[in-house]
């Protein structure tokens, strides 16, 4: 009779792997619409377990040791708020696109990287402390270059005082309840870190479903402009994947982080920012980012399993 260790140990290897589960969460959401209207409700919740289940994570000692980098509360955030929509920005219209694509490419580009980015640099087996600390340093930014970048691009004029009180209450709350627990629980959370990492996987799961309401009825109604929306997002969080690879010294573990970092953005907020302002351009393309930043950490494992047999071979 197998034992109960036993049992766990073979559904955990019938269970995907994290990277996996993200795509099986898009594309649930996209064939059962109804179910990614259940989740929407659900979003605000997931991205604040998300950010708190990050911080839990994350060795203080290491990430303050992070902050000390110039890579990190520099380069990276320099590249990410300011650099990175710009030069989508100047691309777009060099290329000769519509007006109405670049202002939605510049405005998904100048928002602070994906609240889960460090918690899929954790699940990739990269370090989270960079990461986490980029998208803080970024988020602490985007109250200034957002609404001057949106202003430049767009001709829209976004409320620096709203998008703070929003990061306000995303990540100072988790970090207020993460710096409380860490305190009153620590010896906990370590015992308990398995079960953690499984409320993130989980967080990240729910918000990948939401992130697809109504997507099925946007393709439906306009399928030539949702293929080229979901193009264009593949392309551009590629370039800018390829592009903090390629300036970010160190090994391939390191140089993938920073390209998920420039790549992954958070574009919901500056969604939420604009309110009605969106056109219906604008909310395909913004749709259309989340097929990149749920896909592209399979093929980032892929690219790490190869390195790792490579490295293990005579």
């Not at 990461?131 to 767009?154: D, R």
């Not at 990540?171 to 499984?198: E, F, K, S, T, Y």
């Not at 193009?231 to 390209?259: D, E, H, K, V, Y």
Request: hydrophobic share 60%; glycine share 8%.
């Amino acid at each position: 009779m197998t034992t109960g260790p036993r049992n766990w140990a073979r559904f955990a290897r019938l269970v995907p792997s994290g990277p996996t589960l993200l795509i099986i969460g898009v594309l649930a959401g996209l064939a059962f619409p109804a179910l990614a209207d259940g989740a929407r409700p659900l979003m605000a919740a997931a991205i604040f377990v998300l950010v708190l289940g990050t911080f839990l994570q994350v060795d203080g000692t290491a990430f303050r040791r992070a902050l000390r980098r110039p890579l990190v509360w520099l380069l990276l955030p320099a590249l990410a708020m300011l650099a990175s929509p710009l030069a989508v920005g100047l691309a777009a219209r060099g290329a000769g696109f519509r007006p109405e694509l670049i202002v939605a490419l510049v405005l998904s580009v100048c928002a602070p990287p994906s609240s889960g980015t460090a918690a899929v640099a954790r699940m990739l087996g990269f370090d989270a402390t960079i990461p986490l600390a980029v998208t803080l340093l970024s988020m602490a930014l985007a109250p200034v270059t957002v609404p001057l970048i949106a202003a430049g691009f767009a001709g829209l004029a976004l409320d620096p005082l709203a998008l703070a009180t929003r990061l306000v209450l995303l990540v100072g709350g988790a970090g207020a309840l993460a710096l409380l627990l860490r305190r009153q629980a620590a010896a906990r959370l370590v015992q308990h870190a398995r079960i953690i990492d499984a409320l993130v996987l989980a967080s990240l799961l729910l918000f990948a479903i939401a992130t697809m309401e109504g997507v099925r009825t946007q393709i439906e109604a306009q399928p030539a402009a949702a293929f080229t929306c979901v193009g264009l997002a593949f392309a551009c969080n590629l370039a800018l994947q390829l592009c903090g690879a390629l300036l970010t010294p160190g090994n391939l573990a390191a140089r993938l982080t920073s390209g998920l970092i420039l790549g992954n953005r958070n574009v919901g907020l500056v969604w939420s920012a604009m309110g009605a302002a969106v056109s219906p351009m604008t909310a395909l393309f913004f749709a259309a980012t989340q097929f990149p930043i749920y896909m592209t950490p399979r093929l980032i494992e892929m690219l790490v399993r190869r390195e790792c047999k490579e490295n293990a071979s005579p």
